[in-house]
T-cell receptor, first 117, second 111 residues
Framework: DAGVIQSPRHEVTEMGQEVTLRCKPISGHNSLFWYRQTMMRGLELLIYFNNNVPIDDSGMPEDRFSAKMPNASFSTLKIQPSEPRDSAVYFC???????????????FGEGSRLTVL | DAKTTQPPSMDCAEGRAANLPCNHSTISGNEYVYWYRQIHSQGPQYIIHGLKNNETNEMASLIITEDRKSSTLILPHATLRDTAVYYCIVRVLVPNNDMRFGAGTRLTVKP
């Protein structure tokens, strides 16, 4: 299994530009999570999906952030327009929610490090 | 996560057992205790979880007190590669699906 795949691994952009982060969850997993990590705020849950449906987006900082999951194998997190304070590592994670014998274990990708100048 | 309290940092000698405490005095009857760790800048990694009974796997042991208000993660023979931030989380298994991380404990294993 290839695990959770995120792209790009690193992105440097200028303030005001649109940023799109991508995530491919583990095949067969039906829940997907987006997290943001900074030194100041730690690891924050931004949004999560069950069966491609957004369940809780209360962690999304503001309207500049949006997330979509058009199908079970792909999700995007978009920031438009980007600001320097959005600089962080963004993690995607997935798991199989609700299955029999489910441990609730989350599998994380390697993260996308975003720098907004 | 306001439901758990962990010391911000701990040290451990290589080869010794590392005992990481976690307080969760407001835990509900259907909430599980989960432990994850994050090594350097990698994504967090699941370690173990439990409800009432003590649990053990190839990575660690989880000891939960009888009143379930606290727990301890034990790494029996810590190595330098166990240096990481360790997160203790309490949550229900279903139907809520979210997993929220607190500040964790930064464990440093020293030679």
């Amino acid at each position: 299994d290839a695990g959770v795949i995120q792209s790009p691994r690193h992105e440097v952009t200028e303030m005001g530009q649109e940023v799109t982060l991508r995530c491919k969850p583990i095949s067969g997993h039906n829940s997907l999570f987006w997290y943001r990590q900074t030194m100041m705020r730690g690891l924050e849950l931004l949004i999560y999906f069950n069966n491609n449906v957004p369940i809780d987006d209360s962690g999304m900082p503001e309207d500049r952030f949006s997330a979509k999951m058009p199908n079970a194998s792909f999700s995007t997190l978009k920031i438009q327009p980007s600001e320097p304070r959005d600089s962080a590592v963004y993690f995607c994670a997935s798991r199989n929610h609700g299955g029999r014998g489910n441990t609730g274990e989350l599998f994380f990708g390697e993260g996308s490090r975003l720098t907004v100048l | 996560d306001a439901k758990t309290t962990q010391p911000p940092s701990m040290d451990c000698a290589e080869g010794r057992a590392a005992n990481l405490p976690c307080n969760h005095s407001t835990i509900s009857g259907n909430e599980y205790v989960y432990w994850y760790r994050q090594i350097h800048s990698q994504g967090p990694q699941y370690i173990i979880h439990g409800l009432k009974n003590n649990e053990t796997n190839e990575m660690a042991s989880l000891i939960i007190t009888e009143d379930r208000k606290s727990s301890t993660l034990i790494l029996p023979h810590a190595t330098l590669r166990d240096t990481a931030v360790y997160y203790c989380i309490v949550r229900v298994l279903v139907p809520n699906n979210d997993m929220r991380f607190g500040a964790g404990t930064r464990l440093t294993v020293k030679p």
